[in-house]
């Protein structure tokens, strides 16, 4: 390629986007990355490890760290997802904090700000769901949270509908170091199909079961065999903690389990 970025002009940086759970952090990295790397629902708690979604922007290759919600922690699972989220904070280059323009500064993000001014690594504010919050508002949000914690610069953003997402990736392309590259140019995720089909396969179930599958339930890929006609053949596991809950996720004859694996592919 005769237009590629001389070795020399590269960069590479790590970028962790944190903030409370359901602040769209998810929803983002796929913005970001322009592929879905990360599953979403409307549920909290949705994301449980750090998830790498890859993007270039000219010279920049920038490698997105989507992170679990962090939020007061009571149970065990809770606190290890809460630490795995910081350990992401922490290992980056920049950090970005999402806040949910239209939860604005609520317990969450209070107790968020108070533990970022540990995080020593340069940040960046972001709000996001500025589409559901008037401008005046949001003016106020940003002055409020800016005399909270000390970022480089403030973006208003709507992860969903896409607006300011290009910003927020110009910035970063020029922000993050001098290096380069740590994975080849059309990589998206670092993650093996075998895991994203499983993580695509509990987005299924929470979209479909709502509030009755407890979010313990996982799913794994048992097997993943490609076939001649270019298909694939994908065999998972449901883990649920009760028999109650296996009763929920098969449905009815079986009915809901049906379901997931025709939408998968989306
Ligand atoms: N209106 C609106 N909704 C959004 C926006 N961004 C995300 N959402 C919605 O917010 C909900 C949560 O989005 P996620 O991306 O899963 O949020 P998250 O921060 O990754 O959540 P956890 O993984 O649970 O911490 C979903 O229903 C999204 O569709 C936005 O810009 N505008
Ligand atoms: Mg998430």
């Not at 629902?41 to 010279?59: D, F, H």
């Not at 670092?190 to 709502?210: G, M, S």
């Amino acid at each position: 390629m005769s237009d590629a970025p001389a070795e020399a002009d590269r960069r590479c940086g790590f970028v962790a986007l944190i903030g409370a759970p359901n602040a769209g952090k998810s929803t983002l990295i796929n913005a970001l990355v322009g592929s879905k790397v990360a599953i979403v629902t409307p549920k909290v708690q949705t994301t449980r490890t750090l998830v790498r979604g890859i993007a270039m922007e000219g010279p920049a290759q920038l490698v997105f760290i989507d992170t679990p919600g962090i939020f007061a922690p009571r149970r065990r699972l809770d606190r290890a997802m809460v630490t795995t989220a910081w350990t992401g904070a922490h290992d980056a280059d920049v950090v970005a904090v999402l806040i949910d323009a239209k939860s604005g500064l609520d317990e969450d993000a209070e107790a968020l700000l108070k533990k970022l001014e540990e995080v020593r690594q340069p940040k960046v504010l972001i709000l996001n769901k500025v589409d559901l919050v008037d401008k005046v508002k949001l003016l106020g949000l940003a002055q409020a949270i800016n005399t909270r914690g000390k970022f480089e610069t403030t973006f208003m953003i709507s992860a969903l509908g896409g607006d300011g997402v290009a910003d927020v990736r110009k910035w970063l392309a020029e922000r993050v170091p001098l290096g380069p590259w740590h994975y080849p140019e059309d990589e998206v995720s670092d993650a093996p199909l075998r895991q994203l089909a499983a993580e695509i396969t509990r987005e299924k179930l929470y979209l479909k079961l709502h509030q009755e599958l407890p979010y313990q339930s996982t799913v794994e890929t048992e097997t993943w065999t490609e076939r001649k006609d270019g298909s694939v053949r994908v065999e998972q596991i449901i883990y649920v903690e009760r028999e109650s809950q296996r009763k929920i996720v098969l449905g009815k004859s079986g009915q809901s389990i049906k379901a997931p694996p025709s939408r998968a592919a989306t």
